[in-house]
Every structure is written in structure tokens, then in C-alpha cells.
């Protein structure tokens, strides 16, 4: 039955009838406790509604957004969305934004929770208009929210209601919040509530009598009654024991992802030319020419390999919505997704010009945000389920900013609130003495959070592995989020070169086996890793003529056991396996593999660990000791 929820965290989705006899359909977005993190999250699923509805100018589905007045305040998030606002690829067409504004944050007054006059003074960096009203006169607020309604839709921004108001009871129901205001909830006990001052105002307008007002509360204190008494009644009569949690599936079946060679020669043709006229960076036409003779020799690089699948996505109807940091041009400018004339500026992004009928190819250089940018990219996923949605972090650590998001909605919202999602995270991974912040996309935190099939991590090291891994998250009917460590130096690497006909056939595989071994029964080692570091255990183990196999794991998560036993065995005389990382001891796989690995090692073998020492920092922020460690760490594997 998943985990559930507590009640008011479910989304839930009604309709009803509006004056004008028109049928509207309110959906209410499943949200976290963890304070305005739903915001970009509803801005994003808003999005794929309007994309989907194509008409753009329509702006026809309306997100609002209610805050409290402290979290509006105090939540940078807040921020990070109304940036979004009217940015070409995240604009809604404008959100109305209504502050409940209590003058108190659980226990916290305004001058602790910020340093400016209102809670709403934060929504001045986008101009937005602010209406402050009374929540003690309801009909003052609705001419608020009918002003703000208009504004949005004639001007298709932005607006904020700050609707100044208070909480007559505490926090939650076992709160007293007199313990921290005395004086302000002495004064809020004095207090006539608003249902008895709006119905003195309406008797002595003669709007309403007051048997009729007493008609009317009476009403509905029954229903009230009702409805508790029907909720008594229907518990069961006897004790609910759930269900054990099912285990997990793990390894799905193989599908088929290849692309016959007519239709990539068809992607490329178009990949590879211009409109006419169109002048192409000098630097970038030398670029195209070596892409080009490399293609015609048999192989594909990364960023290829990646066009060339996401062109044959396209082709087969799916939409594409691509967001990152510099991600158009791609942060080691490897994709130039779009062109722009060297003599213009205009732009050309080839992918959205290959057939009639095509799927709509979106890719956008994101504000520099992870926060918001994250959650708007997961938003639209939930709702864009036959799209292909990917977010790509300039360099994989930076994820870090957006934890938030994956903690409350990535790993957790199917087992919260049956709410799926075919999110791609592409996280730049490997170390390459670039230092603290540009080593390493955290893989260790996402391991940490894997449970019940809810996500799936990938670390591959070859384009043709990279071409199936995205097709495959489309192609496949079951929806879920994948991590990708993807590379830096491998982009550009030989090594990481595929064969065009392996894109033409086959699927992605969870595990690579050594294809250099040719005698299995001499190897006496076999070194399993992830990621990069097997191009240099490779490298040494040659150098070193060592009798040792190096195995990928590429894909962690859901972990290939099945696979890693059948590999075993065909390794009869292997006395040791060893796994290496690059990454410290307390970071990287390392933990997470050696659980699930050692197991599966036989009596016969020594299982081994290899990587850097724990550390507090992810890598060195000197290069030459980058280097020292690297060979220290290659050193210590085929000791």
C-alpha cells in the first residue's frame, strides 16, 4: 500500500461547475512538509499542462500558489521561482500567489522571521503588484482576488495577496501558542471571529436576518456532525494489519532499443547541416568536419551517441524537454544542440527539424539555480509521462543544492502518493584533479536513498551504453527516475568510442564484461568498478600484463546480482575480487556495492576494496596530487 501520508500532504484532483456553467477541474498538487518546496513543482506541471494543450499564448491553466507568511519570507526557494516566472522555457503565463499571513511562524514573530517591512517584500525583485487586504472582510477579499485574477490574465504575470489575517488556534491541534505570544493571543481571544462579525455587518445591511444566519450555522455544525458520525461508523471491526511490503523486482527484462542504420543516417544528415545562408562558428565547422569523418569511419562519440538517440526518440512521436546549466551548448561543448549564426545570432537547433510529425524537441539553458530548477523539471515529468524530461547539472555535485527536491519527491513521492515520474538526472561525474567541486555527483547520497525499485543509477562508459540508456527510459511502460553519472573525460575518449552497429541492435546492459580477456581461465583477478576509473584500471593492468579481468557495474541500482554471479563463475581460477573506486572511502559506491557484492564472491575468493582514503572533501584541489593518488590507487589494485 506504499507508505502513505499524512492526510492533508495527498494531492487530490475535483471539478466543478462555474457561474458561467463552464466545468473547471481544480487539482490539488500532492506537497511535503518541507516548506515552499511544492512551488516549483506546480509551476512545472503547469507547463507540461500548457505544452500539452499547444497553445502557447493560451496560458490557459492557472497555478496558484499559498504561502505562509514566514516561509514566503524566509524560504529562498520563493526566490529561485519567481525567477522562473518569465523565463522562456519555465513561463506559466503568470501564478497568483495568496499569502496566508498569520504575523507568525509557529512560534516565530516578523522580526525574527525577516529584516524587511512585509513578507512579501521578496517578490519585488520581479515587479510583481502586492495587494495587502484585511482577512477580517471577505468581500474586500474577493474584490482582491478577482483585481488579481484580471491582472494575470491581461497582463500574464506574476501577482501576490498578502491577505493580513491570524491563527485563532495553535500550530497544530496539541499546540498552545500562548506558551510564546501571551499578549498577541489574549488579544486574539478577545476577538470576535470573522463568521460573527461578517454576519452582523450582513443583518445590519439587511442583507441577511438573523434567524437566517442562525439557519445557516446550525446547518452547518449537522453536516459537520454527519460526516464525523459516518467516518466513526465506517471503521473497521476489526484491527487493519497491512501488507508486507513486496520485495523488490530489481533487473528488469531487456527491451530491444536499437535504431536501423537508414534512420541514424537520417538524424545525422540532418544533424550534421544548416538552413542556407546559415553561418556556422569557424571553430565549429572544423569540429562538425572531425565528427563527421569519425562517423564515416564507424564510430560514435558521447555527445553523438546522445543527438543520435535523441533524434530516433523524436522520430517515433515522444517530446523532449532538455533543461541544465549551459546545457544547449553543453557545459565542455560537447552537444551545440542549437547553433547560433556566426554573423546573425540566430538560432538553429537541428533536432526540432527533422521530420514532419516529429515529437517537439524543447532544450534550455536553466536560470543557475538547482533548487527550482529541479523541482520545476520534476513537476513537468510527473505530468509529461510519455515526454522524455532530462536536467543536467553543470558539474554532478551541484545537485547538492536541489537535495531537497529528491529527498521529499524523487525517491520518495511513489511510495508517498503513487506518484511517478521518468525524470533524467544527468550529473557530470569523474575525477579528473579538477578539484573539490567538479569530482564528484554525490553517488553515494543517491545509493543511500534506493529502495523498492524507486530509482535507477547509472554510471556508463560507453556512448552505445549512454544511446540505450536513454531509449530505454522511454520505451519502457514503467516510470521511473534515473540518475546517470555521465562523464568529462570520456566525452572526447577513444576508449569510449562505439561502434555505430552497436546503436543499431541490443539494449543497455547492467554489467560489461572485460572484452580484452581472452583466456578466461587464466585470469587470477577480477576487478569490478564504476564509471571512468575502468579505462585506468585497464590501462594498468596492460601496462602490468596482470592477470586480472575489469568488470563495469553500470548500472548500481536497481544492482545486477543475477548477472554478477553468472560473470563469477566464468572466471574458474580467480583467487581475488577486488572492487576499486576513485572516489574516497566514505564516498562513491563503495559501501552500497561491497554490501551487496561481497556476498556473492565464493569461499574460494578473497574479496578486496580499493579507493582513496575517507576525507572530509570529496577530492584534492591540487591536480599533482590528483595524479599521485590516481597511481597510488591503480598501484594498490594489482598489487
Not at 67 to 75: I, K, L, N, R
Not at 302 to 321: F, P, Q
Not at 476 to 501: D, F, G, H, Y
Not at 618 to 629: L, S
Request: hydrophobic residues 35%; contains cysteine; aromatic residues 8%.
Amino acid at each position: 500500500q506504499g507508505s502513505g501520508d499524512v492526510k492533508y500532504h495527498l494531492g487530490q484532483t475535483g471539478t466543478f461547475t462555474s457561474r458561467t456553467g463552464k466545468e473547471l477541474t481544480v487539482e490539488l498538487a500532492a506537497n511535503p512538509s518541507h516548506l515552499e518546496t511544492v512551488d516549483p513543482v506546480v509551476e512545472g506541471m503547469v507547463r507540461a499542462m500548457q505544452d500539452h494543450i499547444n497553445d502557447p499564448e493560451a496560458f490557459s491553466v492557472l497555478p496558484v500558489l499559498v504561502h505562509g507568511d514566514a516561509a514566503f519570507a524566509g524560504q529562498g526557494v520563493v526566490a529561485e521561482t519567481l525567477n522562473c516566472s518569465t523565463i522562456k522555457g519555465y513561463r506559466v503565463g503568470g501564478t497568483i500567489h495568496l499569502i496566508i499571513n498569520n504575523q507568525l511562524g509557529f512560534t516565530t514573530a516578523p522580526d525574527s522571521a525577516r529584516s524587511s517591512e512585509y513578507c512579501t517584500d521578496v517578490a519585488k525583485m520581479i515587479e510583481a503588484p502586492i495587494f495587502h487586504v484585511n482577512g477580517d472582510d471577505p468581500e474586500a477579499c474577493v474584490r482582491v482576488a478577482r483585481l488579481a485574477y484580471r491582472f494575470r490574465q491581461t497582463f500574464r504575470k506574476d501577482v501576490v495577496i498578502d491577505m493580513v489575517c491570524y491563527r485563532r488556534h495553535g500550530h497544530n491541534e496539541g499546540d498552545d501558542p500562548s506558551y510564546t505570544q501571551p499578549l498577541m493571543y489574549k488579544r486574539i481571544d478577545a476577538r470576535r471571529s470573522v463568521r460573527k462579525l461578517y454576519t452582523e455587518a450582513l443583518v445590519k445591511r439587511g442583507d441577511l436576518s438573523m434567524e437566517e444566519a442562525e439557519q445557516a450555522l446550525d446547518d452547518f455544525s449537522a453536516r459537520l456532525q454527519t460526516a464525523l458520525t459516518e467516518t466513526r461508523d465506517s471503521k473497521p471491526a476489526t484491527e487493519i494489519i497491512a501488507k508486507r511490503v513486496p520485495p523488490a523486482v530489481g533487473v528488469l527484462p531487456h527491451l530491444d532499443t536499437g535504431v536501423d542504420r537508414e534512420t541514424l543516417n537520417r538524424i545525422y544528415a540532418v544533424m550534421s547541416s544548416v538552413p542556407d545562408g546559415f553561418q556556422v562558428h569557424p571553430k565549429l565547422a572544423k569540429q562538425f568536419e572531425s565528427r563527421t569523418k569519425m562517423v564515416h569511419d564507424g564510430e560514435v562519440d558521447w555527445a553523438t551517441a546522445e543527438a543520435l538517440s535523441l533524434g530516433s526518440i523524436l522520430l517515433e512521436g515522444n517530446n523532449i524537454r532538455f533543461a541544465g546549466q549551459d546545457s544547449r551548448r553543453g557545459t565542455f561543448s560537447q552537444r551545440h544542440s542549437v547553433l547560433s549564426d556566426y554573423g546573425t545570432g540566430e538560432e538553429y537547433a537541428p533536432l526540432a527539424n527533422l521530420a514532419e510529425g516529429q515529437g517537439k524537441f524543447w532544450i534550455y539553458d536553466s536560470l543557475l539555480s538547482e533548487y527550482a530548477a529541479l523541482g520545476f523539471e520534476y513537476g513537468y515529468s510527473v505530468v509529461a509521462k510519455d515526454a522524455l524530461v532530462c536536467w543536467e547539472a553543470q558539474f554532478g555535485d551541484f545537485v547538492n543544492g536541489a537535495m531537497i527536491v529528491i529527498d521529499q519527491y524523487l525517491v520518495a513521492a511513489e511510495d508517498k502518493w503513487d506518484q511517478t515520474s521518468g525524470l533524467v538526472l544527468l550529473l557530470p561525474h569523474g575525477f579528473e584533479g579538477q578539484g573539490p567541486e567538479h569530482s564528484s555527483g554525490r553517488v553515494e547520497r543517491f545509493l543511500t536513498l534506493c529502495a523498492e525499485d524507486n530509482i535507477q543509477v547509472a554510471n556508463a562508459t560507453t556512448s552505445a551504453q549512454y544511446f540505450h540508456l536513454l531509449r530505454r527510459q522511454i520505451r519502457r511502460e514503467v516510470r521511473k527516475p534515473l540518475v546517470v553519472m555521465t562523464p568529462k573525460s570520456l566525452l572526447r575518449a577513444k576508449q569510449a568510442r562505439s561502434p555505430i552497429s552497436e546503436l543499431t541492435q541490443g539494449s543497455f546492459r547492467e554489467l560489461l564484461d572485460d572484452p580484452s580477456v581472452t583466456d578466461r581461465a587464466a585470469v587470477q583477478q577480477v576487478v569490478f568498478c564504476s564509471g571512468k576509473v575502468a579505462y585506468d584500471a585497464i590501462a594498468r593492468r596492460d601496462e602490468r600484463n596482470h592477470p586480472a579481468a575489469v568488470v563495469r557495474i553500470e548500472q548500481l541500482y536497481p544492482f545486477p546480482y543475477t548477472q554478477i554471479t553468472d560473470l563469477l563463475a566464468t572466471y574458474p581460477n580467480a583467487s581475488e575480487v577486488t572492487w576499486l573506486q576513485e572516489e574516497p572511502d566514505n564516498m562513491g559506491p563503495r559501501a552500497f556495492v561491497s554490501e551487496r557484492l561481497r556476498p556473492l564472491v565464493p569461499e574460494s575468493m578473497k574479496f578486496r576494496q580499493v579507493s582513496r582514503t575517507g576525507s572530509g572533501s570529496p577530492a584534492t584541489g591540487t591536480h599533482a596530487i590528483h595524479v599521485q593518488e590516481q597511481t597510488q590507487l591503480l598501484d594498490e589494485t594489482f598489487t
